[in-house]
């Protein structure tokens, strides 16, 4: 059988190693890479940790709008007379005008929320909230709020926001507003 | 052999390949965090134009829902008197260039704002509007000369702010008319940064009386009566109308009373909890409710039909459900057919009209536009009565103008206990409103109504007799009124205060007829084609007017029965002629069992006299205007009866349906006081109308089904016309269904008495696509079309 000598191993005796010089540099180059890479990723997961606590509030606030579309304005039995719930409203289920809803809030910190559309509490959303303000505006100037109940057009904004345990206060998200009209 | 080329290199060669390495684990590790850069700034960018894309939505959404806003409010300030709202005439409407023969357009003073008072159209109006807005602003240059109508009729408006301050959330709206329709088309623009959405729908501009009953007099739904519409009244408005004895400005019967005693005393304890605690004023109480359940268990009420209220219905099967089922079983035949199996009657021979009126309501329940075996399978003549049958004495609401402490404190009790029975509110709407604003709540009199009558009084020939000769050769018949009996008005009274003789017409074919004054006939299955139009002296105004000539009955000793004047020294004036007998020169008309395919209409008395202008339909009178009637395909003569409307031709038809009755200021009697009812409950005659139903004072008994809007013209004034010998206002009312004299109805009898006939079947149902009158002064309406709603850009 012949045998090819280019294909031979060579001689371990002739694998040198790397200098300190070579293996300094080298780790030099290496570390400051990794660690770069390391401070972006933790950047890079901000971000994306923003986007989606951006896209759940879009959506929370997207439940609540969804909830509250098709109530009227004012109670039809008290009318103008009664600004916020009614006396025989207690629980969310029995909110059924919009400006029932004004100064509500919906938290998964006492069970209350955040809602869906159905008026349910949507599970597993720790230190997420929802919160409603309804004011009436001025139809000939709609960033000015006037007297609750003085005019047929209303303003609602849910305002999203989250606590967590880093956070001191609560961070708002997001917000949606929509104008309605009286029906 | 030894191929030395392939050779690896000295190592020597390979010195410095650690930093190759390194740099190389660099380049991926950079890759690697490039990439990673990259993903999180898409997602980054997604997230945030998400949420721009959201807020530009919403802000286009705000404009489409501030601009429908903007759109119904300045539209309701075109107060027109013309009944369709067509392409044309929306068109001018938008344009401001309407004429003389669209009738009254008045335009009311704007709402809100300094703009002028009187706008050259809506495209005006609304410019104006939005011109007194704000929260403007302009984005760039082009946006500082609006808000502007262009050459093509287009408004254009300018920017509106969202939020104070904030310039990067806006919406932008134009209004467009939708040539070939009556609409106006809203584009809503809205922008969030450089995010942009547009959306767009259409509006119909139309006009709409949304009552199934609109009266300036006070209102009565007796029992076995059923409303689906709202109803509305003014009365109670002007002093002295309100008072303790009857003066009521709405009165309503429950449909389960007069069947036992027990649940007579049931019913009491349910209108007396319902005036203590309904809070919403729906003639029911919820069991879930805090307020409104609280006594329900006390007083042993439970909701039996399980439709979370406590109401009449319940209590009525409570008494009735023999086997606790929550049903009661009116009609075994029906169940056996309806396939529930062979159930035993609970609920025979007691009411049977009402157990056919709560059954038989609502055929089409599936609302598929057929009735079969599905709408059976949903409760329909299944011979139950059941909480299928979503019973509700009134499916609407009620609309009152008077002050309801007005009303109370004036009765002596909770208005509650004198409208008795449920009502069912269309969602948003309250059961009751009170103190309704004049412009929503309008009263409309004869005057509005002249136009109208005009278009009849020009169709119809004054060629009675020759018409009713070729009827008479063509197997028709006459009887001459000297021969023919007496007959008690209102017919079938048993307090009548006038008598007539009439002329009998029978089996005769009308067409464009004019009926002569001083006719006062009886036509009996006659046929009128097109209009049917009622000649009488409008110049009746002499207070006597309506006792001249009347007669009363004379029952002598020996049991014979003769008529002789009711007040013989009466006489009226008409100018400088005085009148003995005011019947020559009015017209009092009976039709029993005729068929209209078109209207009755007739001149309009100056003067509400209503012992001498007086129309009263009886028997199987039926009225037909649209050959696609549904309901003439039950006819067994359906196919004539099409032929013969399709022979009117299109033009004529659409006058014709606008209003099957247009007899502002007569008294109209739909129905009599002898309830007949047919061996075969099904082929009892039934008065049909359809339409708008205009009359002064207007009585429905009987058997009848009304689809449509009736429109009362007559608001009586004590000391006034009929009322000019110490009448007084809540005499004179709007009566569906039956009441005797001890609800202030002088004309009935009450139960148990010798001229009561039962109580009669009446269903009132209004019609939301019904057309319109020409004439009734009524703002213009906007409603959504819905189909036209877009998102996107126009292309």
């Known amino acids: 059988m012949l045998r090819d000598a280019s294909l031979r191993r060579p001689s371990l005796s002739r694998a040198r190693g790397f200098t300190l010089i070579e293996a300094a540099v080298a780790t030099m180059i290496v570390g400051s890479g990794i660690v770069a890479v390391m401070a972006a990723h933790r950047a890079f997961h901000a971000q994306n940790a923003w986007a989606a606590e951006a896209a759940t509030a879009q959506q929370l606030g997207a439940e609540m709008r969804e909830l509250m579309l098709g109530l009227p304005q004012r109670d039809p039995v008290t009318n103008d007379d009664l600004w916020g719930s009614e006396p025989d409203e207690s629980g969310v289920g029995d909110l059924d005008d919009l400006d029932d809803f004004d100064d509500a809030v919906f938290d998964s910190a006492d069970g209350t929320g955040p809602l869906n559309a159905l008026r349910e509490p949507i599970a597993d959303m720790d230190g997420w909230r929802q919160r409603v303000f309804v004011e009436n505006i001025d139809p000939f100037e709609l960033t000015r709020t006037v007297d609750d109940g003085t005019s047929d057009l209303m303003r609602i904004t849910v305002v999203i926001e989250r606590r967590t345990a880093a956070d001191e206060e609560p961070r708002e998200f997001t917000r949606v507003s929509w104008i309605a009209p009286r029906r | ?795």
């Open chain 2, 1 to 795: 052999m030894t191929n030395r080329t392939t050779q690896r290199p000295h190592s020597l060669r390979r010195r410095g390949m650690a930093s190759v390495f390194a740099l190389l684990l660099l380049v991926v590790l950079s890759s690697l965090a490039a990439s990673m850069a990259v993903v999180a700034q898409a997602n980054l960018r997604a997230a945030d134009g998400a949420l721009l894309a959201a807020r530009a939505q919403g802000a286009a959404e705000s404009g489409l829902v501030f601009a429908a806003h903007r759109l119904a409010r300045e539209s309701s300030r075109f107060v027109v008197a013309r009944g369709v709202v067509d392409d044309g005439f929306a068109t001018r409407l938008w344009s401001g260039s309407w004429t003389l023969a669209d009738g009254a357009v008045s335009v009311l003073p704007p709402e809100g704002f300094d703009g002028p008072l009187s706008p050259a159209g809506l495209a005006e109006a609304l410019r104006d509007a939005h011109d007194a807005d704000r929260g403007t602003f302009a984005p760039d240059a082009a946006h500082g000369t609006l808000p502007s109508i262009l050459a093509d009729g287009v408004l254009v408006t300018r920017p509106l702010r969202l939020e104070e301050g904030d310039d990067r959330v806006w919406f932008q709206v134009t209004y467009a008319r939708v040539e070939g329709t009556p609409n106006i088309r809203v584009t809503a623009l809205g922008v969030a940064g450089d995010i942009r959405r547009t959306l767009s729908m259409d509006f119909r501009l139309g006009k709409r009386i949304e009552y199934a009953l609109l009266s300036p007099n006070r209102v009565m739904i007796g029992k076995n009566v059923l409303v689906e519409g709202p109803l509305g009244t003014r009365y109670g408005t002007v002093a002295g109308e309100l008072t303790a004895a009857n003066g009521d400005p709405l009165v309503m019967r429950s449909d389960f009373r007069d069947l036992s005693t027990a649940l007579d005393a049931r019913l009491d304890a349910l209108v007396a909890a319902v005036a203590v605690a309904d809070v919403d004023g729906d003639g029911r109480l919820r069991p879930a409710h805090s307020l409104e359940g609280g006594d329900l268990d006390v007083l042993g009420f439970t909701d039996v039909d399980g439709n979370g209220f406590v109401d009449d219905f319940d209590l009525f099967l409570g008494e009735f459900d023999a086997d606790g089922d929550g049903g009661v079983v009116w009609d075994e035949t029906r169940t056996a057919q309806a396939g529930l199996g062979e159930l035993s009657a609970e609920f025979t021979g007691v009411d049977d009209q009402l157990a056919r009126l709560i059954d038989l309501a609502v055929p089409d329940r599936n609302d598929d536009g057929v009735v079969d075996a599905r709408d059976v399978r949903l409760g329909y003549s299944d011979g139950v009565l059941n909480s299928l049958d979503v019973y509700a004495k009134v499916h609407g609401n009620l609309a009152f103008g008077v002050e309801e402490s007005a009303w109370e404190g004036t009765a002596g009790e909770p208005w509650q206990q004198l409208a008795q029975g449920p009502i069912a509110p269309s969602d948003r709407e309250a059961a009751a409103r009170f103190e309704v604003d004049a412009n929503e709540l309008r009263e409309i009199n004869t005057d509005d109504f002249s136009a109208s009558a005009q278009w009849f009084s020009t169709q119809a020939q004054s060629n009675f007799d020759t018409q009713a000769n070729a009827g008479l050769a063509d197997g028709g018949s006459h009887t001459p009124a000297a021969v023919a009996p007496f007959e008690a008005v209102p017919y079938g009274s048993p307090t009548a205060y006038d008598f007539y003789q009439r002329p009998i017409y029978e089996g005769i074919t009308f067409t464009d007829v004019r009926i002569p004054k001083g006719l006062n006939a009886l036509f009996r299955d006659c046929t009128f084609l097109g209009t049917c139009y009622l000649e009488t002296e409008t110049a009746c105004t002499d207070t006597k007017w309506n006792y001249a000539g009347a007669l009363k009955v004379v029952n002598a000793s020996d049991g014979s029965v003769s008529f002789a004047p009711r007040f013989p020294s009466v006489t009226a004036q008409l100018a400088s002629t005085t009148l003995n007998d005011t019947r020559p020169h009015s017209n009092s008309i009976r039709f029993d069992g005729c068929t209209f395919l078109g209207s009755i209409a007739g001149d309009t008395p100056a003067q509400y006299t209503h012992w001498r202008n007086k129309v009263q339909i009886t028997g199987a009178t039926r009225f037909y205007s649209d050959p696609d009637d549904p309901e003439i395909q039950l006819q067994p003569d359906a196919a004539t009866l099409r032929a013969q409307l399709l022979a009117l031709g299109t033009e004529k038809l659409d006058r014709l349906q606008r209003s099957s009755i247009m007899l502002p200021g007569w008294s109209v009697d739909v129905g009599n006081f002898t309830n007949e009812v047919a061996s075969d409950p099904d082929l009892t005659p039934r008065v049909r109308l359809r339409g708008t139903i205009v009359a002064g004072v207007m009585d429905i008994r009987g058997t009848a089904d009304l689809f449509g809007t009736l429109l009362m013209t007559f608001r009586p004034v004590a000391g006034q016309g009929p009322l000019s010998f110490n009448g007084i206002p809540e005499s004179f009312n709007t009566t569906i269904g039956y009441f005797g004299t001890s609800d202030g109805d002088g004309e009935g009898a009450l139960p148990g008495d010798a001229g009561f006939a039962g109580f009669g079947e009446i269903r009132l149902r209004y019609d939301p696509d019904a057309k319109l009158p020409d004439g009734v002064p009524w703002p213009i309406s906007v409603d959504p079309v819905a189909e036209t709603y877009r998102e996107g850009a126009a292309p």
